[in-house]
């Protein structure tokens, strides 16, 4: 019996309780659809909790340590996280160890790390690992049977790790997508029963114009690779090609499904460290000892920025089918976060919703909705492909052609950051611009 798109959302949400909360309503050619409130909903209130279709670590996270200066790159052989939840599979401790290099490093109240590497499972095959039993039965159930390498794993020429070597190649940190996200799309098509239903269900996402899928490829690998979407989809097709799917392999299929995750790809982050500092805050202590473990966890910070730098987290994206229905606002109702340090999104109120109110995110952080019209727009504009026209936008447009000195600042040290990645990094000089 086919599988019905209201099955399939339920893969994704508990449908009881979004179904009498939200809604998702065409709006009009130039937004498409939007997602709606059907009742009131409190500020704080969590709005709905969604499981990804599929999600994936990006490729330089999951093999490299970042520290700053000359020691980036440090290759790490642990696997810090489950392939498929993306939970971190460092307890808290054994995280700061690693990120602080201090391999003695005892951290009080470990108690509070929910990590249990004695649930901890290895795919028998191939050995990729899992955060329990359940997360290795799903990804097998769902697209591991059709990517595991098994003996192959490490072998650098296969097929599969020739796709991943070629996008390390062109697609530095930071990153922004993977194309692992779109190879287990494909795996996920294979093994399904309804293979129609599931090449539907991911192509409700939002789709673009020829021009702009292109625009969007470009962008993705940045100005010293556009020409290499050729050979991405040689390799793709090489390691993933199946009949049902032909349309995905062809040039124009391929740019689509590369458009596809480029536009609608959510940032996941995953910490075990974090969820540990977080546990702490909430912990009931004298004056005193508070006053000593917030310095712990100061110095430990420090200590990480010293050794480490910013890259803390374990890093994915996955398509989240009803948050992606959610517009773009400079003055947003709504935030995605990932309190369960695992790939689960909850989707929070920042303000009351009234019924029939449109719930929208923002697709800029905090610092970039500070910034001035002219610069939002443009962030906006190359990397999105359309200009915004939030409440807080119009009331600013005489602003439109004002930039601060800060924006400009900002953003020659973005672009002074990424062009030193490959050096820093040791690796060809191709450099690939991601924003």
Request: charged residues 25%.
């Amino acid at each position: 019996m086919a599988a019905s798109q209201d099955d399939m959302l339920s893969f994704c949400v508990d449908t009881t309780k979004v179904c009498s909360c939200v809604e998702v309503r065409f709006i009009d050619k130039v937004k498409g659809k939007g997602l709606f409130a059907k009742k009131a909903i409190k500020k704080g209130d969590t709005i709905f909790v969604e499981r990804p279709l599929v999600s994936s670590q990006f490729l330089w996270n999951s093999q490299y340590k970042y520290k700053g200066g000359t020691n980036i790159g440090s290759r790490m052989a642990l696997p810090k996280t489950c392939e498929y939840c993306l939970s971190a599979l460092e307890t808290a401790e054994d995280n700061a160890r690693r990120l602080s290099g201090n391999p003695g490093l005892s951290l009080p109240h470990t108690e509070l790390c929910k990590v249990r590497p004695e649930l901890h499972q290895a795919c028998p095959q191939c050995q990729v690992m899992y955060c329990s039993n359940e997360c290795r039965q799903a990804a097998a159930d769902q697209y591991h049977r059709a990517l595991c390498l098994g003996h192959s794993q490490e072998d650098p020429d296969h097929p599969v790790n020739k796709l991943k070597d070629a996008w390390r190649s062109m697609h530095y940190p930071p990153e922004t997508s993977s194309i692992m996200l779109m190879a287990r799309m494909v795996a996920t098509v294979k093994q399904a029963q309804d293979k129609c239903c599931w090449q539907k269900l991911f192509f409700q996402f939002c789709s673009r114009a020829a021009n702009e899928e292109e625009e969007i490829a470009h962008k993705l690998l940045g100005e010293k690779f556009q020409g290499h979407l050729t050979l991405l989809q040689t390799l793709f097709t090489t390691a993933l090609y199946d009949d049902h799917l032909n349309m995905w392999f062809t040039p124009e299929g391929f740019r689509s499904l590369f458009a596809l995750v480029g536009t609608n790809g959510q940032g996941i982050g995953t910490s075990s460290l974090s969820q540990w500092v977080h546990a702490c805050d909430a912990l009931e202590l004298t004056s005193q000892q508070r006053e000593q473990l917030d310095s712990f966890i100061d110095q430990l910070y420090k200590d990480i920025e010293k050794e480490t730098g910013d890259f803390l987290n374990c890093e994915g994206s996955g398509l989240f089918l009803l948050q992606s229905s959610c517009n773009h606002s400079c003055i947003p109702k709504a935030e995605a976060s990932f309190p369960n340090n695992n790939f689960l999104l909850h989707l929070s109120a920042l303000s009351d919703i009234s019924p029939g109110e449109e719930i929208c995110i923002s697709y800029l952080d905090c610092c970039q909705r500070d910034r001035s019209c002219h610069s939002r727009q443009k962030i906006l504009r190359e990397n999105y492909l359309f200009v915004c026209s939030c409440p807080k936008c119009v009331s600013q447009m005489d602003e439109l052609d004002l930039t601060s000195s800060s924006d400009d600042m900002e953003e020659e040290i973005t672009d002074e950051k990424v062009t030193q990645w490959p050096e820093a990094l040791d690796l060809p000089v191709e450099k690939d611009l991601v924003t």
